[in-house]
Structure formats: C-alpha cells, structure tokens
C-alpha cells in the first residue's frame, strides 16, 4: 500500500536527519542560569515570550530579576494564551522587531513554548507563520533560544515542532525544523508547584501519551524506546504524587524530566492517533491539548491493540505493570487498564460535551488526513473508525 511505503521511506531518511538536542541545565533554583548563558552567548536584548498567569503567580519577575542583575536589556511579552494563534504570533513578531531583540526566552508551558519558537522562527525567516507551515520551512538557525517549561507535559522545550492554531479554519497546524529545537532547556521544578492539580494531570497525560505513541510507532529505535520507558516509568510513579501534591519537589522533578525524554523521543519518532485527534478537539473545540489526549487515549489503544498489543506487553513487563510470565495479551491488557485507572486517580473526565455530532465527520476526515503518510501508526484507521471514537468520547 502507498502509505506503507511512505512510512517505510520516511523511516530510513528520517534516521538520517540530524535533529540537535538542547543543552540540559535541571535543578531546583536552576533558573538563575538564564542570564548567565545569555551573557555567554553575548546577547544584548531578549525577548521574554510568557503569559499573564505567569506573571501574576510573579514568576516573570523571577526571571526579570536575574536579567537585570547583569545589567541585561530585555523586552517582556507576555500576552500568550493557550493554543498560540497566528495573530499572536504575528503581534509577537513585530514587538520583537520593534525592540530589536537578539534572542528569546520561553518561559511557560507548551502554548508559551511554541509560540515563541513560532515568533523566533517568523523573525529570522522574515516571513509569516502561514508560510512556515509543514516540513523544513526554516532551514536558518533562531536567534539564542532559552525554553523554561512550566508545565510537564508538551516536552517542546526538547522538541523541532510549533504547534499553531489557525482560528478561521478552526485547525491545529505545525512547524517542523530542526532548528525549532532550543539551543537550552532550563528544568526549574520549583517553577511548577503553583500549578493547579487539573492542568497537572491533562499535561502529564501529555507526556504519557507521546512515550506511547513514540514506543508503538513504526519509527522507533533502541534508543527512543529506552527513552519512553523512562519517561513511562517515572509518570506512572510521580504523576499521581504530582497531581495530589503540587509542592512535592521530587514529584515535579520527576515529571520534568519524564516529560523532556518523552519530547527527545517523539521529536525523532513522530506521534500517532491519539495525537491527531486531540489536534481536532483543539482546533476546532480548544479543549485542552492534554486532556484530549488523556479522554482519547484508552479508546485509540484498544482500536490498535491486535497490531500493537506485542509492544504494550513490553512496555507493561518493563514498566512493572505485568509480569513476565503474563502473556503478551494479558500483559497487553494490563496496560490499558493501568492507563484508564490512572485517569480514574487523576479525575479526568470520559468524554466532551463540547462535540457536536454533525462536527464528527469533518473531525474525522481531518484527524485521518493529519495522520496520513506522516504518523507512523501501528495500525491505519479509516475515517468510519474515527468517527466510532468520536462517537464514544461524546456526551
Ligand atoms: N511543540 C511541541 O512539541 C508540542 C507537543 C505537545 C503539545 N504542544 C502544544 O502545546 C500546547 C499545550 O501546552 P501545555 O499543555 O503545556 O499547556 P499551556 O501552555 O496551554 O498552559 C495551560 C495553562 O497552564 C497555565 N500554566 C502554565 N504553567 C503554569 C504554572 N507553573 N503555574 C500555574 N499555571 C501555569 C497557563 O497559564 C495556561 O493557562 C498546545 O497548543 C499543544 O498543541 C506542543
Ligand atoms: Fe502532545
């Protein structure tokens, strides 16, 4: 079939790209770092790309403070909001422009992150966001680029894709370019312990899913698989502690680093249905990207489970869920049911009254065209399965 042989193409060329990963710096107070390596790398005016929650919780003025303290200039937007539009890029683009930036710090979650690798990429580029839409658009290296994650779930900060809502069209589209990956990851758990149990949970599940979606997909290797262990491993463990105790510094620690090695791998191995349907749910419904995951991930599993069910008993056995005398099926059973407890411990809810049924064949269409040639699923959906999922996540 033809899109068996794209994937298998993809497969061999996409071994091939040099993808960078971001210099790690991870500590508790780590984020006086930032200005160090912005004197380092003799910048004279940044860009703080972040939003206004993380300003009124005074984490900005964190960040200013250690700015300012090495007599550093900088510019601060923070009118980010969740799923960054072209508008706001557009506007970030011409505030950078204006207040002649030469680079740029991320400080936020996933929306922040992407947004201002969108702004960064759009600025070296000299072109609108529309343009860089797909594959390879960028090709330019980005002015120094310091992501500070807030969140632990997207892994943007270690990842060569922006994420981009298109309003009109109400549909999610990407950037992809290796020189969308940061040139620093800065992994302050300290950052993370104001952030409310819900957004918690959804951005864990976040994480969850791209370990998943990158350990099952035809484009995985030795090494992104020991990578998505890990990160499935540590989420099992820490998400619950994470989600009941938010000041739990050992919990966030651990969830920013599951989080950032689920990225390392994805970005390599690309993602899968559960991704391309919550891209649909947050384009069109602006459910949040998480939690669309977390409400679609059991049913995606359970629709691949006899192309997959092999790998779910491997991830179950090494992850601890199964033991090894279980059969592959048993295993495999296992772990789908781990995921959908953890759901059950994390209060996330079983389905959106956000979806209209006339919407589910568009949804649907869209969801399978995204995927198409380009997510390297252990087992093709049609449209009609799509809309059977769609149907179960809809109340
Ligand atoms: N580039 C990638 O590799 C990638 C991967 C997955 C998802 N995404 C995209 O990322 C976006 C979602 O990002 P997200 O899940 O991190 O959520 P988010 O960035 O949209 O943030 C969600 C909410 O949490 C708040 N918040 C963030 N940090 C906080 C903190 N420390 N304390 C209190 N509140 C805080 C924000 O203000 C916001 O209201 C989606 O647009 C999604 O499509 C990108
Ligand atoms: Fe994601």
Redesign the pocket.
């Known amino acids: 079939m033809f899109h068996q042989l794209v994937i298998l193409i993809r497969r061999y060329i996409n071994r091939l790209i040099k993808i960078p990963m971001p210099t790690l710096i991870s500590g508790q107070g780590e984020l006086k770092q930032c200005s160090l390596l912005l004197k380092k790398t003799a910048c004279t005016h940044v860009f703080i790309v972040t939003?206004?929650?993380?300003t009124q919780?005074g984490?900005t003025q964190q960040l200013i403070d250690y700015i300012e303290a090495e007599q550093l200039s900088y510019t601060v937007f923070d009118e980010?909001?969740?799923?960054?539009t072209i508008s706001l890029i557009e506007h970030g683009v011409i505030q950078y422009q204006k207040n002649e930036c030469d680079s740029v710090i991320a400080l936020?979650?996933?929306?922040?992150?992407?947004c201002a690798?969108a702004i960064a990429a759009c600025a070296v580029k000299n072109q609108s966001i529309i343009r860089l839409s797909g594959l390879f658009k960028i090709r330019k290296s980005l002015p120094t680029f310091i992501a500070i994650?807030?969140?632990a779930?997207?892994?943007?900060e270690?990842?060569?894709?922006?994420?981009v809502?298109d309003p009109v069209k109400k549909q999610?589209f990407?950037v992809i370019d290796p020189s969308?990956v940061p040139h620093y990851a800065i992994m302050d758990p300290s950052?993370?312990?104001?952030?409310?149990a819900k957004?918690t949970a959804?951005?864990g599940i976040?994480a969850l899913t791209?370990a998943i979606e990158s350990y099952i997909g035809l484009h995985s290797t030795e090494q992104t698989r020991s990578y998505c262990i890990d990160a499935i491993t540590r989420i099992f463990t820490y998400l619950p502690l994470a989600y009941n105790e938010g000041e739990n510094l050992t919990a966030r620690t651990e969830m920013s680093i599951a989080s950032y090695y689920a990225?390392v791998a994805?970005?390599r191995t690309s993602i899968g249905y559960v991704?391309a349907i919550?891209?649909q749910l947050?384009g069109y419904y602006h459910i949040?990207?998480?939690l669309a995951n977390a409400v679609l991930l059991p049913h995606v599993l359970a629709f691949s489970f006899d192309k997959a069910y092999k790998q779910y008993a491997k991830i179950a056995v090494q992850t601890g869920v199964a033991e090894s005398c279980d059969s592959e099926k048993i295993a495999a059973e296992k772990f789908i049911d781990v995921i959908k407890s953890l759901n059950v411990t994390l209060n996330i809810q079983q389905s959106f009254s956000e979806i209209n049924q006339e919407d589910i064949s568009l949804l649907a269409n869209r969801a399978i065209r995204e995927a198409y040639c380009d997510y390297p699923v252990p087992k093709q959906m049609t449209v009609k399965e799509c809309q059977d999922i769609l149907l179960k996540v809809t109340s």
Do not use: C, Q, R, Y
Request: proline share 9%; glycine share 16%.
């Open positions: 939003d206004k929650t993380l919780l984490i980010v909001t969740p799923d960054p936020g979650g996933g929306s922040v992150m992407d690798k994650p807030t969140t779930g997207t892994g943007s270690a990842t060569l894709v922006a994420v809502t999610k990407t969308l950052l993370m312990i104001g952030l409310p957004i959804e951005t976040d791209h990225g994805f970005t991704h919550a891209h947050g949040p990207h998480g």
